[in-house]
């Protein structure tokens, strides 16, 4: 969403659509948590991509 607010929902072969949890992910630097790893994996996957 933007720099301190990432809204995830994680790929579950078994679960699509509503069965997959959506979550909503507040950076909190001061604190080790979720937003960092979300942060590298989009980056990671961003840096890869080709135009379409």
Known sequence: MD???C???PYL???R???SPTI???DNTAADGLFPVFDR???SI???SLPV
């Open 46 to 48: 961003w840096e890869r």
């Open 41 to 43: 994996v989009f980056t």
């Open 24 to 26: 909503v992910i507040n």
């Open 17 to 19: 659509g509503i069965d």
């Open 3 to 5: 720099g301190a607010t």
């Open 7 to 9: 809204v995830v929902q």
């Open 13 to 15: 072969p078994q679960a």
